[in-house]
């Protein structure tokens, strides 16, 4: 079969067409994430851009991959994305916004944030429980500077409030999901050591 110059031609055209196509949803979805205040869902992206949601997963999985040698990252909150910096350029920024005098978290304040973490959603008598003092002061602390949230209450009597992270706290460490956190270390106490030599 022949094919002709201008059938050819004609097939090329299409194709930088659709490659041009692709380049500005492509630049328009990343334009929509960079004025965005928060995570947005695939549903709104795929609505702005007048797509389907399955176009706006390849073209985020594409920019993903772009990101990898660049400063920005993609941070997903559930099915909701965010365009945020790298976390390894975390220094830089914070020298650049004058942020390095900013105050660090208490020794309290992180071991709630490790428990709310790693066990979330959970009660302050839980997270009390586990450490033997009051949390109250640590709780209000990473409330107000939004690493941690109520995400709901207990169906018990009183129905205490229950504590979860937040997609600043998933930013602020440069995750994806909580599940991308460490493995928890087991603990032997020394009591049990003694016991296991005899």
């Known amino acids: 079969m022949i094919i002709s110059n201008k059938t050819k031609l004609a097939t090329m055209e299409t194709s930088d067409s659709t ?6 949803l492509t630049a328009l979805l990343e334009s929509i994430l960079f004025v965005a205040s928060g995570p947005v869902s695939m549903y709104r992206l795929a609505n702005a851009l007048e797509t389907t949601q399955a176009v706006v997963k390849n073209l985020l999985d594409s920019l993903e991959t772009e990101y990898t040698t660049r400063g920005l ?57 586990i450490r033997g003092v009051n949390s109250d002061s640590s709780l209000r602390t990473l409330l107000s500077i939004g690493l941690i949230e109520e995400v709901g209450r207990m169906e018990t009597p009183g129905r205490p409030i229950l504590y979860g992270s937040t997609p600043e706290f998933l930013q602020h460490f440069g995750l994806t999901t909580v599940a991308e956190l460490p493995e928890l270390e087991e603990v032997v106490d020394e009591d049990d050591k003694d016991l296991e030599a005899l």
Do not use: K
């Not at 490659?19 to 500005?24: I, K, L």
């Not at 993609?74 to 994305?81: C, E, I, K």
């Not at 020794?107 to 066990?119: D, N, R």
């Open 73 to 129: 990252r993609l941070q997903w909150t559930g099915n909701d994305v965010q365009l945020t910096t790298a976390p390894e350029s975390s220094d830089v920024i914070e020298r650049f916004l004058g942020l390095e005098l900013t105050t660090r978290l208490s020794q309290a304040a992180l071991e709630v944030l490790a428990i709310v973490a790693y066990m979330q959603p959970i009660t302050r008598p839980q997270i009390d429980q």
């Open 19 to 24: 490659q041009n196509e692709t380049v500005n």
